[in-house]
């Protein structure tokens, strides 16, 4: 896999050096762009955003593509989507650069879609709008996703790792957001996905810290755009037709773990979603990570968490558990799941939302394992 990617980067800069050609600049303004996730607006012309899952999505006419970007570290990783396929895996660098998306197509209406791989800690990326051939123009979106799913996890919702081999030292490269089981179950019922995801974040301890707790907890940070920056904070004008938590790994993965304040962290967390969102349909899950005496724990602690939240009436509240991940898949960096595991998960929680909700399994993008995903 990672022969692959060094070919196709080598590409992209080519292709970026070598743009040529009459071309028009379409804005990031432009109303025919539909963006997904948490982006900070307060430069129009230069949308921001730094969150796993981020999405710039739009429909144009013509023979080629190409998006202007900036990017604070140089280190994100983006899907680059055209018609159904993803076709190229862009490493954005510092400095607004142009980089070609794609070129020498058919003269007729494509979809495009640049899709963020890797999680906030890589940095923040600006995007300044599409180039497309001179004359041409972008067109109304054919494939309007009209279901939002949202969920708010760690770094098994980042995709920590998922990419790489249990050797293997985590980077930018290893990590693949697109196929998580939040991703792929976005996809799967042709939902828009936004993701609120960091690595070793918990809901009141995060990663071998301290019993008593951290500051940067998920719960105390939720409302930011930008994990790290108290402004600005996100406006939560989109609705999610549900959210999906996957939280809790971290608060007792190792020692120290506090039930009591889990459990009342977890709690006051999901009164604050049903505020923000007006009573949305909640999933509490229980990711793959935990085994033996941590994951009876945090079972039992979730579970409990549901049958409380029920009662209070504000909104319902579900528990599913995904698989543990025993190794038959393989093991990812550090112990995370790998792709093939993330798509075992995805399959139990697509089945699991399309009873819940009744929702059709309608895949729009065909893509890597999303083709065959159901057959399993």
Not at 17 to 31: L, V
Not at 57 to 75: E, N, P, T
Not at 285 to 305: A, C, E, S, T, W
Request: aromatic share 12%; with cysteine; net charge positive.
């Amino acid at each position: 896999m990672r022969r692959l990617i060094v070919y196709l980067f080598a590409g992209v800069f080519l292709c970026a050096a070598c743009f040529t050609g009459s071309s028009d600049t379409i804005p990031a303004t432009d109303p025919k762009i539909e963006y997904t996730g948490r982006i900070d607006f307060s430069n129009p012309l230069a949308p921001k955003f730094s969150y796993s899952g981020v999405s710039i999505h739009a429909c144009f006419k013509g023979k080629s593509i190409s998006a202007v970007l900036d990017d604070s570290l140089g280190q994100n990783y983006y899907n680059i989507i055209l018609d159904d396929s993803v076709i190229m895996v862009l490493k954005i660098e510092k400095g607004k650069k142009q980089y070609t998306l794609a070129a020498n197509l058919r003269d007729t209406i494509h979809e495009i879609e640049i899709f963020k791989r890797t999680e906030e800690m890589f940095g923040k990326t600006s995007f300044y709008g599409f180039v497309i051939n001179q004359g041409t123009s972008l067109v109304e979106i054919s494939n309007r996703r009209t279901r939002l799913i949202e969920f708010i996890g760690n770094s098994i919702t980042c995709g920590y790792g998922n990419e790489g081999k249990l050797s293997e030292k985590f980077g930018a490269s290893t990590e693949n957001h697109y196929m998580t089981y939040a991703a792929i179950t976005s996809r799967n019922f042709n939902a828009k996905h936004l993701a609120v995801c960091k690595s070793g974040i918990g809901i009141y301890r995060n990663y071998n810290g301290p019993s008593i707790g951290n500051k940067d907890c998920m719960p105390n940070y939720y409302s930011r755009i930008f994990l790290y920056d108290s402004i600005p904070l996100y406006d939560f004008k989109h609705k999610p037709d549900l959210i999906c938590i996957d939280l809790g790994t971290n608060d007792f993965n190792t020692e120290g773990g506090d039930s009591s304040k889990f459990v009342k962290g977890y709690l006051k967390f999901i009164e604050i979603l049903h505020h923000k969102y007006s009573k949305p349909d909640i999933i509490c899950l229980l990711g793959p990570m935990l085994n033996g005496n941590d994951l009876i724990k945090v079972r039992k602690y979730l579970q409990f968490i549901v049958e409380i939240a029920n009662k209070k009436g504000n909104g319902n509240v579900y528990f599913f558990e995904m698989s543990e991940q025993t190794g038959d898949l393989g093991l990812g960096i550090d112990y995370h799941p790998t792709v093939a595991q993330h798509i075992r998960n995805s399959v139990e929680l697509i089945n699991f939302i399309s009873a819940l909700k009744e929702w059709t399994i309608c895949p729009h993008n065909k893509s890597t394992a999303d083709h065959s995903i159901m057959k399993r």
